[in-house]
């Protein structure tokens, strides 16, 4: 691997992210958006899923007594 120096490293750091395609503002909002309602609908999956699994493991131990 070639050795470059810190300013030439920089400058090819600028012409690369030149070339990156950024999203546009209303595709980050509506992907930021749509991450809030993706993990809130897990949550709300997994926190029903803990529920059963509790209630399940309580009716399981109550047999015991």
Do not use: C, H, Y
């Not at 209303?26 to 993990?39: G, H, K, N, P, S």
């Amino acid at each position: 691997m070639a050795k470059v120096s810190p300013g030439e490293f920089l400058r090819q750091v600028k012409v690369e992210t030149g070339k990156v395609a950024w999203p546009t503002r209303r595709e980050t909002m509506v992907t930021t958006v749509m991450v809030f309602i993706m993990a809130t609908l897990l949550g709300l999956f997994f926190f029903g899923v803990d529920s059963a699994f509790s209630a399940i493991v309580k009716a399981l131990l109550g047999l015991l007594n």
